[in-house]
């Protein structure tokens, strides 16, 4: 078992940063793709950003490419997303997500379905 914990989330103005973290416990995750996904009010949690375990690929959703940036320190068992460029519409509750990829790359990691391992979620505000 994998239990995930984010934290960083917050209120912040448009074209504010915010720096989310994701912490593992129970087992290591260096053999985990990480992702970040993100759902806003009366919306669908969408695919925000997916790293490779050995934190050397990277892929991001269209919405926050330029503005977002995924990392990951497996001697400290953490993901990053450092999100910068804030906009309103970035306003959801951001998930972190670990999965057993079977050799897929962060490209082919974009569906919640393929994710074993969910954080509670931080909730990221952005006034305008």
């Known amino acids: 078992q994998v239990q995930l914990v984010e934290s960083g989330g917050g209120l912040v103005q448009a074209g504010g940063s915010l720096r989310l973290s994701c912490a593992a416990s129970?087992?290591?995750?260096?053999?985990?793709?990480m992702g970040w996904f993100r759902q806003a009010p009366g919306k669908e949690r969408e695919f925000v950003a997916a790293?490779?375990?050995?934190?050397?690929?990277?892929y991001y959703a269209d919405s926050v490419k330029g503005r977002f940036t995924i990392s990951r320190d497996n001697a400290k068992n953490t993901v990053y997303l450092q999100m910068n460029s804030l906009k309103p519409e970035d306003t959801a509750v951001c998930y972190c997500?670990?999965?057993?990829?079977?050799?897929?790359?962060?490209?082919?990691?974009?569906?919640?379905?393929?994710?074993?391992?969910w954080g509670q979620g931080t909730q990221v505000t952005v006034s305008s």
């Open positions: 129970g087992r290591t995750l260096s053999s985990y793709v």
């Open positions: 790293i490779s375990w050995g934190g050397g690929t990277t």
């Open positions: 997500a670990a999965a057993r990829a079977y050799g897929l790359g962060p490209a082919r990691m974009v569906k919640k379905e393929q994710y074993d391992y």
